[in-house]
């Protein structure tokens, strides 16, 4: 698997409720079970009228094919390759 992030076009996302985020979170799980194993989501984050998804997946069809499935589009799909973070350093 892949790991992805994914940029997503929704304004507004960041005035939704706690209920709001909850619905949408239940509507993506359900598109992921019917795509089960091609692609997990692990966490995302909300920002003014944007979120960025992190995701593995097989390849981007299977991260388009969530889109369409969830409702939710898929801006930009970006595969990331490395991590580094604070002990990169040493």
Known sequence: MKKYVIERAIPGVHTLGGAELK??????????AQLAPRVQWLESFVAADKTFCIYLAEDEAAIEDHARLSGFPATRITELVRVIDPTTAG
């Open 23 to 32: 619905g949408a979170a239940a509507t993506s799980n359900s598109a992921l």
